[in-house]
Nanobody, 122 residues
Framework: QVQLVESGGGLVQAGGSLRLSCAASGRTLSSYAMGWFRQLPGKEREFVATTSRSGGSTYYADSVKGRFTISRDKNTMYLQMNSLKPEDTAIYYC?????????????????WGQGTQVTVSS
């Protein structure tokens, strides 16, 4: 079992940047494909980006493609967010997936962090 803790959220102006981190404990991240999701109150969790176990494959939601970059090392996953927009405002969650299921479906992920708030002002 792996425990995940996000950090790096905050308040930023439109056009700015933030870097989110997801630190793992319990097991190394190499056992899992990983993903970032975001959620607004009353809405379903939305796929943002994913990386394979090796980090060799990455996929992004169309809304963040070209602005966000997902990366990982042995025990930490990152989400570099550039050119932020007010519509990127949400709680961001990292997640780990042990089985080869749909990477964009939040129900495919076994483990979740507690989330970190990102607020982009206009």
């Amino acid at each position: 079992q792996v425990q995940l803790v996000e950090s790096g959220g905050g308040l930023v102006q439109a056009g700015g940047s933030l870097r989110l981190s997801c630190a793992a404990s319990g097991r190394t991240l190499s056992s899992y494909a990983m993903g970032w999701f975001r959620q607004l109150p009353g809405k379903e969790r939305e796929f943002v980006a994913t990386t394979s176990r090796s980090g060799g494959s990455t996929y992004y939601a169309d809304s963040v493609k070209g602005r966000f970059t997902i990366s990982r090392d042995k025990n930490t996953m990152y989400l570099q967010m550039n050119s932020l927009k007010p519509e990127d405002t949400a709680i961001y969650y990292c997640a780990a997936r042990s089985l080869p299921m749909s990477y964009s479906d939040y129900k495919s992920y076994n483990y979740w962090g507690q989330g970190t708030q990102v607020t982009v002002s206009s």
